[in-house]
């Protein structure tokens, strides 16, 4: 059983190490501890992805800035109360970690596979410039009861998709981790503080998403343009490649 939660949250990204260890909390006396990791786009484009490692991992008390390493787990979640509601923040519990000489090209920096159910109805939009965008919320099934809601995101023909998901709808989605920054802009913050404050934040950048259920199978491809149906158990696959 533990397995099969362990194959429906996989997490790998390469990076730089570029914050101190700062101390998260302990269970059963097992500290654990928040890095930053910075990951190069394609696009030359950094993402600053927050890692949880345990102190049994690696030795929290000495300075890593700098050194490159490698993250295999599993992108958690919890709630964060701050001013009167809760904020959903979002990590990568790290289960295994390497170090590398330095940035490799060929290892896969920045992958996520998450197998889970739509827990809230699908927003679909457009941007000024017409290109649509569809707004998900996967729960993701854990130990001990647990689950992990990941807020995800998807574009063009995969947003017009997913905007017909329904809550409770079984999908398996492929993509990668994005980080970006929101503007904290309550009242209180400001007569508090007296300015505005720039706050971190992540979210799942989806490639491909596949819906499993009894049915027909629809595979659209996008290069040629056509459609293929046959009985199969995992019935919608739609694909699209995101810059």
């Not at 484009?45 to 295999?72: A, C, H, K, W």
Request: with cysteine; glycine share 6%; proline share 2%.
């Amino acid at each position: 059983m533990a397995d099969k939660i362990f194959e429906n949250n996989q997490v790998t990204i390469a990076g730089k190490i570029v914050s101190d260890f700062v101390f998260s909390h302990e269970v059963y006396g097992e500290g654990f501890y928040m890095i930053d990791v910075s990951v190069n786009r394609l696009s030359n484009f950094v993402d600053y992805i927050p890692v949880m490692v345990s102190e049994r991992l690696i030795d929290t008390t000495q300075n890593y800035i700098g050194q490159y390493i490698y993250v295999t787990g599993q992108f958690r979640s919890y709630n964060r109360h701050e001013e009167k509601k809760n904020r959903l923040v979002l990590s990568v519990f790290a289960r295994e970690l390497e170090f590398m000489e330095q940035e490799e090209e060929d290892v896969k920096s920045n992958q996520i596979f998450l197998d889970g159910y739509i827990c809230k109805e699908p927003i679909y939009r457009k941007t000024p410039l017409g290109r649509e965008i569809a707004d998900l919320l996967i729960a993701v099934n854990r130990s001990y009861g647990k689950s992990d809601y990941i807020p995800c995101i998807c574009w063009g023909r995969n947003a017009r998709f997913a905007s017909g998901f329904t809550v409770g709808a079984h999908v398996q989605i492929w993509g990668r981790i994005q980080s970006r920054e929101y503007v904290k802009n309550s009242m209180s913050w400001k007569r508090k503080n007296g300015l505005l404050m720039k706050c971190p934040s992540a979210k799942l950048n989806i490639w491909t998403i596949r819906v499993i259920k009894e049915g027909i199978f629809v595979r659209f491809d996008e290069n040629e343009g056509n459609s293929y149906k046959k009985r199969q158990k995992i019935c919608i696959l739609y694909r699209s490649v995101v810059s």
